[in-house]
């Protein structure tokens, strides 16, 4: 299924969202190999369920250290979560819905 998830990551010049002045929250999440990504947190992203061990899309506000994230290695636990404030983001659109980001599988999708 990681396999599969990973293989439809696709990237599109096209954006959902983009906002180049605004004051934006952010989280980055660093793992125990060091992977890191930023998104704002609201920004969906797959972890691996601890009751199932499936995946399962949670707003990255929710991530917490005891979650496992998907990367092109498999899954990895999360090290470090931070929290910041930046000026601006993209939300760039991509026929899946997925992206790579650093090796990270992150959902282009902001909110519901």
Do not use: A, W
């Not at 995946?55 to 250290?65: C, G, H, M, R």
């Not at 290695?73 to 819905?97: A, D, E, Q």
Request: glycine residues 2%; neutral net charge; proline residues 4%.
């Amino acid at each position: 299924m990681l396999h599969k998830l990973l293989q439809v990551c696709t990237i599109s010049s096209l954006y959902l969202k983009k906002i180049t002045f605004n004051i934006v929250n952010f989280y980055t999440i660093i793992t125990v190999e060091e992977d890191e990504i930023n998104l704002t947190k609201e920004h969906f992203i797959p972890i691996i369920d601890k009751d199932d061990n499936q995946i399962k899309f949670v707003p990255v506000s929710q991530v917490t250290l005891d979650d496992q994230l998907l990367t092109t290695r498999g899954s990895v636990k999360v090290k470090k979560i931070l929290y910041s404030i930046r000026t601006g983001f993209y939300s760039p659109i991509t026929l899946s819905g997925h992206l790579l980001v650093n090796n990270l599988s992150t959902s282009v999708y902001p909110d519901v």
